[in-house]
């Protein structure tokens, strides 16, 4: 398999967000690329024709998606099942719909800071029957916004909670001691997404 590996970022990021995720994931003999979009203000359709473009000119691949990342990632793939992605790993990507998500929708100063990506983010994905192996690491430390404005109870990373990240039909899910946005900084997370990249399933013994 290609060690190549696209990295996608989430809302309200940049291609620099990612670079401590690349590195760590340079160190498991991975090659990463990260691919930044403007996820705030751009159109969610417009940038899936972008990414899906990339994504093929990319070749053989893996991709990381951080948050909205992931969701972008397997969008891209329903828009284009043909496209040369061996897995898919996403960091806490709320598949199911975000209630924080909702929540910020509905008040006033929200919706501006969820731009045009609102409703890609409120929304449930559905079952994946797509044809990619795709995992999923959610964190299980409760920092952030989300827990201000939503209940999550089955736990979660503080923005997203866990029952928002089982999607059916992902190969398969595990969890990591990690904040949201401590996801892409944390060296289970990465460890986890080169394990599951390399044999498309998550180690045991790690996180």
Request: hydrophobic share 45%; net charge positive.
């Amino acid at each position: 398999m290609s060690a190549r590996v696209v990295l996608l970022h989430g809302i309200w990021n940049a291609r620099a967000w990612l670079q401590p995720l690349a590195r760590r994931l340079r160190r498991h003999g991975l090659e990463p690329q990260v691919v930044g979009y403007a996820s705030v203000f751009g159109d969610p359709d417009a940038n899936l024709a972008v990414l899906v473009e990339r994504l093929r000119a990319a070749g053989e691949t893996a991709v990381v998606g951080h948050s909205l990342g992931g969701i972008m990632a397997l969008e891209a793939l329903r828009r284009a099942p043909d496209l040369p992605i061996a897995r898919v790993v996403c960091l806490g990507s709320p598949l199911r719909g975000s209630r924080t998500a909702a929540a910020l929708a509905a008040m006033a100063w929200g919706a501006p800071v969820l731009g045009r990506s609102a409703g890609i983010l409120q929304r449930d994905l559905g079952d994946w029957t797509g044809g990619v192996q795709v995992g999923m690491v959610a964190g299980t430390v409760q920092h952030g916004l989300g827990r201000l404005l939503a209940r999550f109870d089955e736990g979660g990373d503080g923005t997203v909670g866990l029952d928002e990240t089982r999607m059916p039909g992902l190969t398969d899910h595990c969890t990591v001691p990690a904040s949201h946005s401590g996801l892409v900084f944390s060296p289970q997370a990465a460890a986890q997404a080169a394990y599951f990249i390399r044999h498309g399933r998550f180690a045991p013994d790690v996180g």
